[in-house]
């Protein structure tokens, strides 16, 4: 290998590397998310995920005046029942969490991330970056959405009023914001060195 490759062999490394997780119920949009930013694909029968699915997206970064990529690793967690007791393992060093509910089956959906929050706080994953997800917005018919507003509300009053985005996989809707917000919080909190995303 000469100099020139080793040089290139340096320059694909990212600058960082985050643990970003996907958690909420099962069938709330949580793949279709993952897809939409990876392949930008969407499949309206995408099946439910059996344990974990991975991907991973780069993201282009300035720091200290030079461009380099930082790299989303992106944990995709099965929501089902019999996938729960594997949490606490797939959680283990997470920097960024989307907890994710669908507008769509609005009420079981949000209340299903009680039993997530209660196991963030138990693993000591309360004070990491979060923003909370409505996925499936192009589903939800125009005179459900004020009222639809207010119960997303109560729930982020009583969380500490975390971030919120509505998003649909669908129609590429504020996917790779929400990835993008986060990654600039992850970012911030921890005091590391950037000068912007693109």
């Known amino acids: 290998m000469t100099i020139d490759d080793q040089n290139l062999e340096q320059e694909k490394k990212p600058a960082y590397i985050f643990k970003i997780c996907l958690i909420g119920n099962g069938g709330v949009g949580k793949t279709c998310i993952a897809r939409r930013l990876c392949f930008d694909t969407f499949d309206a029968n995408t099946r439910l995920t ?90 939800v018919k125009e005179k459900e ?5 207010l119960v997303v509300e109560n729930f982020r009053k009583k969380q500490g009023t975390i971030p919120y985005y509505k998003t649909s996989s669908k129609e590429n809707y504020n996917i790779r914001e929400i990835f993008l917000d986060l990654t600039k919080t992850i970012l911030d909190e921890n005091n590391f060195d950037y000068d912007k995303l693109l």
């Open 145 to 149: 959405k004020k009222l639809n507003e």
């Open 50 to 139: 059996i344990g974990i699915d991975f991907y991973t997206y780069d993201v282009p970064i300035i720091i200290k005046g030079e461009e380099s990529f930082l790299r989303l690793s992106i944990w995709d967690f099965g929501g089902q029942e019999q996938f729960k007791k594997m949490f606490s393992y797939y959680i283990n060093g997470a920097n960024g969490i989307f907890l994710v509910f669908s507008l769509y089956n609005l009420n079981n959906t949000l209340l299903g991330l009680d039993w997530w929050n209660e196991h963030l706080q138990k693993l000591k994953h309360d004070s990491t970056p979060r923003i909370l997800v409505g996925c499936k917005y192009d589903l």
